[in-house]
Every structure is written in structure tokens, then in C-alpha cells.
């Protein structure tokens, strides 16, 4: 999974202002910003993960979730499947395999009671390596990526949007405050 550190240089005038804005007001500018910027890379997952050919609850299951760090004033966030979402119907979690969809998986033995040929694992793109020992087979499954291009693909867009929705925020919080200098 792709992960991503940013950080804003070369702003002193925002520096500057935050540190006049209180606390609280400069959490919600930051948390504002990350969501705000972390959204098309979101967008371009599900995008992605549409493509699988289950039936589309991993793409369903992508969401985000601001984390802050308010002693340390970092802000994070996390964009992947909701741990918490599950299919109504069936009760699938589809974050338990998505590691196993964007990395592939190595060959391994994989045994069931029906026999692999009757589950839909084999539809899913798991590839038989050898023949069936008894009911095991050994399969792999090969990478099919969606959130490590999705945030590649965005990056930049990302980054332009962080920067101007927390120069956008700080400027609003400081006229509403009236500390505009």
C-alpha cells in the first residue's frame, strides 16, 4: 500500500498566520485540507477496484479517515477499505482480502471441503499452479494494484489542493478573527 508523507515548505505568511489562529481553529483548517485532498485519490481507487471482477464491494468498501495527532500537530490521513463495512447480504468484508488483491499472494496449498474448482476464488483470477491433491491445489494470485497507482496518479493534484485549501482556511479563520496582516 502506498504511503505518503506531506509537508508544506516555503510558507512563512501561513506559518505565520496559524500560529495566531487558536488550536482548534488550526485542527479543523488541517483536517479540512487533508479530506479535501485526499478525495481524488479515493475517487481514482474505486475507479480501479471497480475493475475486479467480484462484485464490486471492494470498490464500495474504499473510503478515508482523518486521524490527528493535536499535542504533536500532525494531521494524517488514511485512504483504504473500511474495516467495519460488510456486505448486507452475504457478510463479506472486503478488507480482509484487499492486501491480498493490490500485492498478489505466493503460491500457496489451499484445501476446501467442496474442492477449489467449485468456489469462486477460481473466477476471481486465482491461478491453479499444479493438480489437485486430493481436495488442495496450490494457487497464487497475481497483484491487480488500485490504490497504490490511484494515489500515484493523483499525487500532484493532491498536493496543489493540501496547499490551497490550508492557505484558503488559514485566511478565512484569520479574517474571521481579524488578525489579517
Same mark, same amino acid.
Given at each position: 500500500?502506498?504511503?505518503?508523507?506531506?509537508?508544506? #515548505?516555503?510558507?512563512?505568511?501561513?506559518?505565520?498566520?496559524?500560529?495566531?489562529?487558536?488550536? /482548534?481553529?488550526?485542527?479543523?483548517?488541517?483536517?479540512?485540507?487533508?479530506?479535501?485532498?485526499?478525495?481524488?485519490?479515493?475517487?481514482?481507487?474505486?475507479?480501479?477496484? &471497480?475493475?475486479?471482477?467480484?462484485?464490486?464491494?471492494?470498490?464500495?468498501?474504499?473510503?478515508?479517515?482523518?486521524?490527528?495527532?493535536? &499535542?504533536?500537530?500532525?494531521?494524517?490521513?488514511?485512504?483504504?477499505?473500511?474495516? /467495519?463495512? +460488510?456486505?448486507?447480504?452475504?457478510? !463479506? /468484508?472486503?478488507?480482509?482480502?484487499?492486501?491480498? @488483491?493490490?500485492?498478489? #499472494?505466493? +503460491? *500457496? @496449498?489451499?484445501?476446501?471441503?467442496?474442492?477449489?474448482?467449485? #468456489?469462486?476464488?477460481?473466477?476471481?483470477?486465482?491461478?491453479? =499452479? !499444479?493438480?489437485?491433491?486430493? &481436495?488442495?491445489?496450490?494457487?497464487?494470485?497475481?497483484?491487480?494494484?488500485?490504490?497504490?497507482?490511484?494515489? !500515484?496518479?493523483? +499525487?500532484?493534484?493532491? =498536493?496543489?489542493?493540501?496547499?490551497?485549501?490550508?492557505? /484558503?482556511?488559514? *485566511?478565512? !479563520?484569520?479574517?474571521?478573527?481579524?488578525?489579517?496582516?
Amino acid at each position: 500500500m502506498a504511503i505518503a508523507k506531506l509537508e508544506i #515548505t516555503g510558507a512563512a505568511a501561513i506559518d505565520k498566520r496559524m500560529a495566531v489562529l487558536p488550536v /482548534n481553529v488550526e485542527n479543523r483548517v488541517m483536517k479540512t485540507a487533508a479530506t479535501k485532498a485526499m478525495r481524488p485519490v479515493v475517487t481514482e481507487a474505486k475507479r480501479r477496484a &471497480r475493475k475486479q471482477k467480484r462484485s464490486g464491494l471492494l470498490a464500495k468498501s474504499l473510503g478515508q479517515k482523518v486521524k490527528q495527532y493535536k &499535542r504533536a500537530g500532525i494531521t494524517v490521513v488514511v485512504a483504504g477499505p473500511r474495516k /467495519n463495512y +460488510k456486505d448486507a447480504q452475504t457478510g !463479506e /468484508n472486503p478488507a480482509l482480502i484487499a492486501h491480498l @488483491v493490490e500485492g498478489g #499472494t505466493k +503460491k *500457496h @496449498v489451499v484445501s476446501s471441503d467442496k474442492g477449489l474448482a467449485n #468456489t469462486k476464488d477460481v473466477a476471481f483470477g486465482f491461478q491453479s =499452479e !499444479e493438480a489437485f491433491f486430493g &481436495r488442495s491445489v496450490v494457487v497464487s494470485a497475481q497483484p491487480k494494484p488500485f490504490l497504490g497507482p490511484a494515489y !500515484e496518479s493523483k +499525487k500532484n493534484e493532491m =498536493e496543489s489542493t493540501f496547499g490551497n485549501e490550508v492557505r /484558503n482556511g488559514v *485566511h478565512a !479563520e484569520a479574517a474571521k478573527l481579524g488578525v489579517i496582516g
